[in-house]
């Protein structure tokens, strides 16, 4: 992905994963106020982390994303995680206060006593899944770090816990968040 492409991937990450219950919870029930502000804060991630991503576009039209972090980068450093807090300061003070107590709660379960690959955000256009994009953007990702440690990721709903295990992800740890239940998985 080229910076240029940031604010395009944030509005497919944010329109991808509008139903999670982790957004629902942070961003509230109001689909379009929630679309606005998941891509806010998509937009805020994705500028503040600066992670590389991978992405599918057709006729220069992003369809999917998966952005990841490189060994070392999780924990946040203190620099990226006051950029990331300055870069929500638009959001609702509400939703800002859930937005950053969710990722506190993410990166309070990361493996940071390892080198990992971190992925997420992750997603499909929720009008292309089952057209093979997810599968292929998952697939290049794994193909950059199988040979280079493990990859790490959380997910908040069964149906993508069960999709990565089928990429030889495993769960190694539950926790809720917001009220909802959240997987940890890594791939070795």
């Known amino acids: 992905m080229h910076p240029e492409e940031r604010p395009l991937a944030a509005r497919v990450i944010a329109s ?4 999670n219950p982790i957004h629902l919870a942070v961003h509230g029930p109001d689909r379009e106020e929630r679309l606005r502000s998941l891509e806010l804060s998509f937009g805020a991630i994705l500028r503040a982390t600066e992670r590389p991503a991978l992405v599918v576009s057709e006729g220069g039209e992003i ?23 300055a870069e929500t300061e638009t959001l609702p003070p509400a939703v800002r206060e859930r937005f950053l107590a969710w990722r506190a709660a993410w990166g309070a379960n990361d493996p940071s006593d390892e080198a990992h690959w971190h992925l997420g955000p992750f997603t499909v256009r929720s009008d292309l899944r089952g057209e093979g994009l997810g599968t292929a953007l998952l697939n290049a990702f794994l193909d950059l770090v199988d040979d ?3 990859a790490y990721l959380e997910t908040d ?9 089928r990429f030889g992800f495993t769960t190694v740890g539950w926790s809720e968040v917001l009220d909802v239940l959240c997987w940890f998985m890594s791939r070795r």
């Open 63 to 85: 369809l999917g994303a998966a952005v990841w972090g490189p060994p070392g980068a999780c924990p946040l450093s203190g620099e990226r995680k006051e950029t990331l807090a």
């Open 157 to 165: 709903t069964e149906r993508n816990s069960r999709y990565y295990e």
């Open 148 to 150: 280079a440690g493990f």
């Open 16 to 19: 991808g994963m509008a139903e």
